[in-house]
C-alpha cells in the first residue's frame, strides 16, 4: 500500500463547497467563531515563536457523536482559515488505510505519512490536515488488548505522536484537525496535545430550526407548495427533540417517501407526513441510543 492511499482528498482552498459545509453545520456561533480564532491564533503563535517558548502544538480535535457534522465542520473550518489567511493546502487522510495486519507496517506507513507527505505539501504553502476518526490512528495505548497485533497498534500511536511533535516544531504552517466519536478511545496524550477540544452535541432547539427551515428551503426550489410547511417548522422542532443533524437532515427529506405518490410530487406532501416521519426516526434514536 501505497502511503498516498491513505489522502482521501487533496484540495486547495477556499472552495465554494467547503464553504457550504460551513454554513450547513447549526452549533452555536461561538462555537464557530472560537474554531477559527484558535485555528488562526495557532498559526501566527507558531510563526513567531519556538515550541520551546510557545508549545502549541497546532491540534484541534472535535469530539462527539455520531451525526453531529464534526466532519464537515472540520472541513468548512478549514476553508474559513483559507479565506482568513490566504489559500492553503487542504488535505483529508483515512486512518483506516493505515492499519496493517504486517507487523511493524502501520508504524513505518504512520511515520512515513508525518515525516515525509505531509511536510512536503507543507514546504510549498500552509497545509491543514483532516485526521478523522483518529482513535483509529491514535488508540488509547492503555486500554488496548492483546489481540490484534497489539504491538504494532502500539508503536502506531507513538509514531502518531511522534510525528505531530516533530511537525509543531520543523513545520509551522501546519495545522491538524482530528475528529472522533469516541474521545475515551483516544491515547489520552494525543488528546493532552490538543490546543482546543471542543464537544460538538446534538443540535439545540434554534439549531434544529435552522436545519429544517434550510432542508424546507432547498425542497421548495423545485416543489414550491413545500414552502408552506415552513409555518409548522416550531412543531417539526419540538418532535425532532434529541435528534442529530444527519438524522434530522434525513427524516425531513424522508417525509417525502411515505407514500409513493407523494414521492413523485412533493407538492402533496403535509405538515402530518412529516411530524409522523420526526416521531419514527426520533423513536428509532432512543432505541439505538439504548442499546449503544
Not at 472522533?180 to 478511545?185: E, G, L
Request: proline content about 4%.
Amino acid at each position: 500500500m501505497s502511503t498516498m492511499d491513505s489522502i482521501v482528498e487533496n484540495t486547495l482552498l477556499p472552495r465554494k463547497d467547503f464553504g457550504e459545509a460551513w454554513d450547513a453545520i447549526k452549533v452555536e456561533g461561538s462555537v464557530k467563531q472560537r474554531l477559527l480564532a484558535q485555528s488562526v491564533l495557532s498559526l501566527q503563535l507558531r510563526e513567531r515563536y519556538s515550541f520551546e517558548l510557545m508549545p502549541v502544538h497546532g491540534l484541534i480535535v472535535l469530539t462527539g457523536p455520531p451525526g453531529t457534522g464534526k466532519t464537515t465542520l472540520a472541513r468548512g473550518l478549514a476553508n474559513q482559515v483559507a479565506k482568513a489567511l490566504g489559500s492553503v493546502r487542504y488535505i483529508q487522510l483515512d486512518p483506516h488505510a493505515l492499519g496493517s495486519s504486517s507487523l511493524g507496517k502501520s508504524q513505518k506507513e504512520v511515520s512515513k505519512i508525518f515525516q515525509q507527505t505531509i511536510p512536503e505539501f507543507a514546504a510549498n504553502e500552509p497545509t491543514i490536515v483532516l485526521l478523522d476518526e483518529v482513535e483509529t490512528l491514535a488508540a488509547d495505548r492503555q486500554k488496548m488488548s492483546l489481540d490484534a497485533n497489539p504491538i504494532d497498534a502500539h508503536r502506531a500511536t507513538d509514531a502518531a505522536l511522534a510525528g505531530i511533535d516533530l511537525l509543531c516544531r520543523t513545520h509551522r504552517n501546519t495545522l491538524l484537525i482530528a475528529t472522533t466519536n469516541y474521545p475515551k478511545a483516544v491515547d489520552r496524550a494525543l488528546l493532552s496535545r490538543a490546543d482546543w477540544i471542543e464537544d460538538i452535541g446534538p443540535p439545540n432547539a434554534e439549531a434544529r430550526r435552522e436545519i429544517i427551515h434550510d432542508v424546507l428551503g432547498l425542497l421548495a426550489k423545485h416543489w414550491p407548495q413545500v414552502g408552506d410547511l415552513k409555518k409548522d417548522i416550531a412543531s417539526f422542532v419540538t418532535a425532532s427533540d434529541g435528534m442529530d443533524g444527519r438524522r434530522l437532515r434525513k427524516a425531513i427529506t424522508a417525509a417525502g417517501a411515505i407514500s409513493i405518490e407523494i414521492a413523485k410530487d412533493l407538492n402533496k406532501l403535509k405538515a402530518d407526513h412529516v411530524l409522523a416521519t420526526l416521531k419514527r426516526a426520533a423513536a428509532q434514536a432512543d432505541v439505538q441510543g439504548d442499546a449503544a
